[in-house]
């Protein structure tokens, strides 16, 4: 059954002037080493990024809580499987959480354009809440 469900849309542009900015101080609070070789190897990373950080809200959102509630967003990561379908890996709190709730599933989409990224996550659980 589905037990919870998120959607973030991320402005690249806006991104990509945060990112101008801050640099390592912005992509390292919020993105793991695998998360930021991969974005970095890509001919417009900030599309990347924005794709990724809308997945971390997401999965937020999919939970009913937000930036601040507890989950580094660090432990929210998204990594290609051999075939390139993105998954969220998660650890520690965003774990716990998931585990606590009976969550047996995550699903994530993620699709970008130039201008913009967008993530879904849906939670899948066997029991009801």
Not at 24 to 44: L, M, N, P, W
Not at 47 to 73: D, P, T
Not at 84 to 106: M, T
Request: aromatic residues 6%.
């Amino acid at each position: 059954m589905i037990a919870g469900t998120g959607i973030d849309l991320v402005d690249v542009g806006r991104l990509k002037k945060i990112i101008a900015k801050w640099g390592g101080r912005f992509t390292g609070r919020f993105f793991s080493q695998h998360e930021i070789d991969y974005c970095q190897k890509r001919a417009v990373p900030a599309i990347h990024y924005a794709a990724r950080f809308a997945a971390k809200e997401s999965f937020l959102k999919s939970l009913g809580i937000g930036l601040g509630m507890g989950v580094n967003l660090k432990d929210i990561e998204v990594m290609n499987d051999q075939q390139g379908k993105p998954d969220l890996i998660l650890h520690d709190e965003a774990q716990r959480l998931l585990s606590e709730r009976g969550i047996q599933k995550v699903h994530l989409s993620l699709t970008h354009t130039s201008d913009a990224a967008v993530a879904v996550v849906i939670l899948e659980s066997q029991r009801d809440r």
